[in-house]
């Protein structure tokens, strides 16, 4: 199982969990209509995670629903 940390780090006093890395990191982000948002925002990465010798992965599966207001964002699964 995987987990990522929230995109803001609960605006700025958290640090990542679940083994998270920043794969890309913003001084803001922008408001929807116009203007930004000075809080940090982050898109993370996780470790590669090592499957049984033999097996193949079948298939992803992603939470019916997000907790509270958060939609999740899944920008890219890789597989090798």
Do not use: C, E
């Amino acid at each position: 199982m995987i987990g990522f940390s929230d995109w803001t780090l609960g605006g700025g006093g958290d640090q990542p969990s679940f083994g998270n890395v920043t794969a890309v990191h913003t001084t803001y982000r922008d408001k929807m209509g116009s203007g930004i948002d000075p809080v940090a925002t982050y898109v993370f990465a996780t470790a590669p995670i090592d499957l049984q010798p033999g097996k193949q992965l079948a298939s992803l599966t992603l939470p019916a629903a997000a907790q509270g207001d958060a939609v999740p964002h899944l920008f890219g699964v890789a597989t090798a």
